[in-house]
């Protein structure tokens, strides 16, 4: 069995030790005998290979600039259709705004998004602060209950993670949030909310890498792309004092 991850735009979207989450799916997936190709999708990158899971990390404002042409004008035909038709993704942060329907950023110019979400993001400059500092969000029901995740989950039903972000994003109506804020910012450190949920998408504000203390989501991406109902039992009893000791850190 193989897992073949396309990772988007890897020099410039990448704080916090997002690429970390590759590594971690290769990981992962390579102690379960799955073989893993990963392929860098670059700004020169042309598409064509067919992926089991996309991922996008988050950069400042002049990153997402540098990556805005070409996310919109040569890969956006290919991302949507794929998270369209339930292709699974995860996109975190500054990819996550991209993927909305615009982004207001910090100097006020407007990024028209790929409204592959049915969501908005603004910078408020500096009338607002940014949001920074440790999060811990409870998941959502929905995404709770999916059989996937319940058979490969030996964490429980929290996420933790680290953001940074000036946006402040808003779900629109029908759109799904990933999980409600316990301590943290989350979308817009108003409404509770955290990331978004949309067909196989995840969009999420955490860094970390957000995988790092979160294997039950690690493990449900590698499985649920490939359609398997479960995976081998890892022994996560480090991590899982770490994803323990991180509910208990303020923000
Ligand atoms: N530049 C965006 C913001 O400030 C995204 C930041 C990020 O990816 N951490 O909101």
């Given at each position: ?76 035909v290919y991302l949507k259709d794929y998270i369209n038709s339930g292709g699974f993704g995860l996109y975190i942060c500054g990819a996550y705004q991209l993927l909305g329907n615009y982004y207001k950023s910090a100097d006020g110019s407007v990024l ?70 316990i301590t943290g910012h989350g979308n817009n450190s108003g409404d509770g909310y955290e990331g978004v949920l949309y067909k196989n998408s995840i969009g999420t504000y955490l860094h970390g890498p957000v995988l790092s203390r979160n294997p039950h ?35």
């Amino acid at each position: 069995m193989r897992l073949r991850i396309g990772y988007f735009y890897p020099e410039q979207l990448n704080l916090y030790g997002d690429n970390g989450n590759v590594e971690i799916l290769v990981y992962r997936a390579k102690k379960r005998g799955i073989d893993v190709e990963v392929e860098n999708v670059g700004l020169q990158t042309s598409l064509g290979k067919k992926f089991d899971l996309v991922l996008m990390g988050g950069g400042p404002d002049s990153s997402q600039k540098e990556v805005y042409e070409d996310l919109i004008k040569v890969k956006g035909v290919y991302l949507k259709d794929y998270i369209n038709s339930g292709g699974f993704g995860l996109y975190i942060c500054g990819a996550y705004q991209l993927l909305g329907n615009y982004y207001k950023s910090a100097d006020g110019s407007v990024l028209e998004g790929l409204g592959a979400f049915d969501l908005y993001t603004e910078h408020f400059g500096n009338k607002k602060p940014r949001c920074i500092g440790n999060v811990v969000c409870e998941l959502s029901d929905e995404f709770r209950h999916k059989e996937v995740f319940n058979s490969v989950n030996k964490i429980g039903s929290t996420l933790v993670g680290f953001e940074n972000h000036g946006g402040r994003t808003y779900l629109g109506e029908k759109m799904l949030p990933l999980g409600k804020i316990i301590t943290g910012h989350g979308n817009n450190s108003g409404d509770g909310y955290e990331g978004v949920l949309y067909k196989n998408s995840i969009g999420t504000y955490l860094h970390g890498p957000v995988l790092s203390r979160n294997p039950h989501l690690a493990d449900y991406l590698v499985a649920a792309s490939l359609g398997l109902d479960r995976l081998e039992s890892l022994d996560d009893s480090l991590i899982l004092s770490a994803h323990i000791a991180s509910k208990k850190l303020r923000q």
